[in-house]
């Protein structure tokens, strides 16, 4: 946007250096404004915490540190570098020569790119019917690869497992822990016959030894275990 506007001026006719002065100076709050806007957009994303900020914290930094350090190029590096080298005669309507009909300058004349692009525009501009359904077959094309793409938050990591934790009454004896634990382990047996677990694992917790908790009667609480199948 520096650019442009600072080579609209020169093209007007005012001298390079204050081309590259007011130019930028018409553009810096415009420029800002966008800088700041796109920033408060993509940095709150990142500041969300958990998870998501987890995943999202590194994508807003980099969008603002890259859109911060954009806009101060833009405002130092861009009119210096355009006042090194752009030219009066750079800008169209100097030594304007006619070329097949079109009326350009002979800077861009002897620009090799130009001689590539404009045939390539002007084929493009004759063919539109063709070159719209290029267009249409290469997003058709892009779209049946996005589909065949495998789509997920977080991917599976490892072997599936299922952990399961059952906790009793407070004063439950280890005996009826243990009885308990046996009856899902009848049950996780039967899964695995079917072929739905392939191992479990059953760990019976303490909340302390004492005699008074191994025969029942004591207040402390027993958790019962862990089941875990895969």
């Known amino acids: 946007m520096v650019l442009e506007n600072i080579y ?14 007011h130019g930028t100076r018409e553009v810096s709050i415009a420029i800002f404004a966008s800088t700041v806007t796109t920033v408060v957009v993509f940095l ?12 999202f ?46 009326i350009i300058s002979d800077v861009e004349k002897r620009r090799g790119l130009l001689r590539i692009y404009t ?10 019917a063709l070159v719209l359904a290029i267009a249409g077959v290469l997003f058709i094309a892009s779209m049946a690869l996005l589909a065949n793409r495998p789509r997920t938050f977080i991917p599976p990591i490892g072997e599936p497992q299922v952990t399961v934790d059952v906790s009793l009454p407070q004063g439950t004896g280890i005996i009826q822990n243990n009885e308990m634990v046996r009856e899902m382990e009848t ?26 908790a191994l025969v029942g009667g004591g207040g402390l609480t027993r958790r019962s275990r862990r089941s875990q199948s895969r």
């Open 119 to 128: 045939p390539l525009l002007e084929w493009a501009l004759s063919h539109r």
């Open 44 to 55: 709150p994303i990142g500041l969300t915490g958990g998870l998501i900020g987890a995943f």
């Open 187 to 212: 049950y996780f047996q039967t899964l695995k016959d079917e072929g739905i677990v392939e191992t479990y694992q059953s760990v019976i917790g303490s909340g302390g030894a004492s005699l008074e």
């Open 57 to 102: 914290l590194p994508f807003g930094l980099a969008v603002t540190y890259a859109l911060g350090a954009s806009f101060v190029v833009a405002i130092t590096a861009i009119p210096v570098l355009a006042r090194q080298f752009l030219h009066a005669h750079d800008a169209p309507g100097h030594e304007q020569v006619v070329e097949g009909g079109h």
């Open 8 to 21: 609209r001026r020169a093209h007007l006719g005012e001298d390079v250096r204050k081309a590259a002065l």
